[in-house]
C-alpha cells in the first residue's frame, strides 16, 4: 500500500533527477538521521553506517524490530523499524553497505587509546579483527562514534543488548574504565 503511494512521488524525484536514493522512499527517513552518506549523523550517538556488511545491518534492524535490543531513550531505532517490511530492511541494509565507510575522526585520549589497545588486541580482535575492521559477521568498530560506542558497551556490559555468547563473557567483565579505554583505542583510528 505504501509503496503505491510512493510511487507517483518516486517517478517526480527521478524525473527532477534528484538524489540518488530517488527510488528508495525509506532511506529519505534514514539518511536524516544517519547523514546522506551513512556516516555524518547529526547527533553523536548516531552510528556510521556507511559501508557495515548488510548482513550485520539486517541482524541489528531485526533486533530492534523484536526489541531484542533495547533502543535507547528516546527509542528511536525501535519506532523507526516499526514501518519497515522485511523487502523494506534488505534494500536499505545494501544501500547503506554499498556506501564507502568514513572514518568519524573523534577526538581521543592517546593513553586510554593505548590500553585500549592491549584490551582489544587480548579479547576483542580474535572475532573484530587485529585492525578491528569488520571483517565477515561483526560489525566496523574503529572510527565508529565514541559516544555511540560507549552506550552500546555499557548496554553490553549490562546485559541490555543481544550479543554473541562468545562475546558476552568478555563484555561483562569490562570495567566502566576499561569500556572508556575500548572506546577512545576505535576512536583514535584514521584513515590510512
Ligand atoms: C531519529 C534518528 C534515526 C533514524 C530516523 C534512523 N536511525 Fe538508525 N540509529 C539511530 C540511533 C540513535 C542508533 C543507535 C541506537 C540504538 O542502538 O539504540 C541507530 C542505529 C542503527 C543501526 C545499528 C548500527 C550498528 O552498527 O549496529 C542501523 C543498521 C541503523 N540505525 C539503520 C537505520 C536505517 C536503515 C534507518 C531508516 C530506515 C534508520 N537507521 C533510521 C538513529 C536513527
Ligand atoms: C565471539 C566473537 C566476538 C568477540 C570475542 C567479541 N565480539 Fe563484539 N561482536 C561480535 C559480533 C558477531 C557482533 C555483531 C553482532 C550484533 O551486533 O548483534 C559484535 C558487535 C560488537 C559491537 C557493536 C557494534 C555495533 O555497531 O552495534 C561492539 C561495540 C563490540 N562488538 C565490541 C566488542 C568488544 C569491545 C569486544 C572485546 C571486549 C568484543 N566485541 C568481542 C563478535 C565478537
Request: charged share 20%; glycine share 8%; aromatic share 6%.
Amino acid at each position: 500500500m505504501r509503496r503505491l503511494i510512493a510511487a507517483p512521488l518516486i517517478t517526480a524525484l527521478i524525473f527532477l533527477g534528484g538524489s540518488a536514493f530517488a527510488e528508495n522512499p525509506n532511506m529519505a527517513s534514514c539518511t536524516g538521521c544517519h547523514g546522506i552518506d551513512g556516516a555524518t549523523g547529526m547527533m553523536p550517538d548516531v552510528p556510521n553506517i556507511a559501508g557495515i556488511p548488510a548482513v550485520v545491518q539486517e541482524d541489528a534492524l531485526y533486533a530492534y524490530l523484536d526489541e531484542s535490543r533495547k533502543c535507547w531513550a528516546p527509542g528511536i531505532m525501535c519506532q523507526v523499524m516499526s514501518g519497515l517490511s522485511e523487502e523494506d530492511i534488505s534494500e536499505v541494509s545494501a544501500e547503506f553497505a554499498a556506501m564507502p565507510f568514513k572514518p568519524a575522526n573523534e577526538d581521543f585520549n592517546a593513553d586510554l587509546a593505548a590500553k585500549g589497545k592491549a584490551l582489544h588486541m587480548e579479547s576483542c580482535a580474535m572475532c573484530h579483527g587485529a585492525d578491528d575492521s569488520g571483517e565477515g559477521e561483526s560489525s566496523i568498530l574503529h572510527g565508529q562514534r565514541i559516544e555511540y560506542l560507549r552506550k552500546v558497551m555499557e548496554q553490553y556490559a549490562a546485559g541490555e543488548r543481544a550479543q554473541p555468547p562468545m562475546m558476552e563473557e568478555k563484555m561483562t567483565v569490562l570495567t566502566p574504565e576499561q569500556i572508556e579505554d575500548i572506546a577512545n583505542f576505535y576512536a583514535s583510528y584514521r584513515a590510512p
